[in-house]
């Protein structure tokens, strides 16, 4: 079950050896591509595969203070979410959901997909 909620968010199961792997099997597909479309494609996938692995390598080399940070900001949020959703629904049952409720979920939760989005749209 966690995996598969991990799954939801892009990027989070990704490792160096699952990234090598993948560069591996698409260099296989690139020599028996037909067409120079399909290897203009798979070339690009190699790239961008490459780039991903060298991003994990290089934030491999760094402290642990980023991710440290990361959590601690994004703790607040999570707290609130999970008291409305668990205690506050499960246990009383009497919060309704108002629109800022839904809002807040929304922009907390849209953060990660958006960001994602335009990452790939950047490159």
């Known amino acids: 079950m966690l995996s598969f909620i991990l799954g939801l968010i892009p990027g989070a199961l990704n490792t160096i050896n699952g ?15 037909q067409t120079d ?3 203009a ?3 690009e996938r190699i790239d961008t595969l490459q ?5 994990l390598i290089e934030d491999s080399k760094h402290s642990n203070l980023d991710i440290w940070v990361r959590a601690l900001l994004a703790s607040g949020p999570i707290f609130i979410l999970n008291k409305i959703f668990i205690y506050d629904k499960a246990f009383d049952q009497t919060t309704l959901m108002s629109s800022d409720l839904w809002n807040v979920v929304y922009i907390v939760l ?6 994602y989005g335009l990452s790939v749209l950047r490159k």
Do not use: C, M, P
């Open 19 to 33: 990234i090598t792997n993948a560069i591996a099997n698409e260099r296989i597909a690139l020599l028996n591509a």
């Open 37 to 39: 479309q399909a290897k």
């Open 41 to 43: 494609s798979i070339q």
């Open 51 to 55: 780039a991903k692995r060298d991003v």
């Open 110 to 115: 849209g953060f990660y997909f958006v960001h």
